[in-house]
Nanobody
């Protein structure tokens, strides 16, 4: 069973940085995709970034140039480096694992419903 545990959230001022981590207990698929998603209060969950098992990355337009997704396979850990943070980045951030990457998963977080795994989230709050 795959377990994902996020950490690294917190409260920072606009312009600051945070690095989120996601510790994975396992991988359900030999070729997999890991992603970061976020959900702000009163809004739907949205995709932030994804990385597949060969290192190919994708980002939603609003975070391009500011966020970097990476993974350390030796540590089974996924990261999200977030720089130049804005108040609109405030949200609960979730780590997820899916059988494949693609723009469709970022656009529709439920695309792999039933085949995906999710952590419980870590809260990021950006003050102006």
């Amino acid at each position: 069973q795959v377990q994902l545990v996020e950490s690294g959230g917190g409260s920072v001022q606009a312009g600051g940085s945070l690095r989120l981590s996601c510790a994975a207990s396992g991988y359900a698929y030999s070729s997999y995709c890991m992603g970061w998603f976020r959900q702000a209060p009163g809004k739907e969950r949205e995709g932030v970034a994804s990385i597949d098992s060969d290192g190919t990355t994708r980002y939603t337009d609003s975070v391009k140039g500011r966020f970097t997704i990476s993974q350390d396979n030796a540590k089974n850990t996924l990261y999200l480096q977030m720089n130049s943070l804005k108040p609109e980045d405030t949200a609960m951030y979730y780590c997820a694992q899916a059988p494949a990457c693609g723009a469709r998963w970022l656009a529709s977080p439920s695309y792999y419903y039933g085949m995906d795994y999710w952590g419980k989230g870590t809260l990021v709050t950006i003050s102006s």
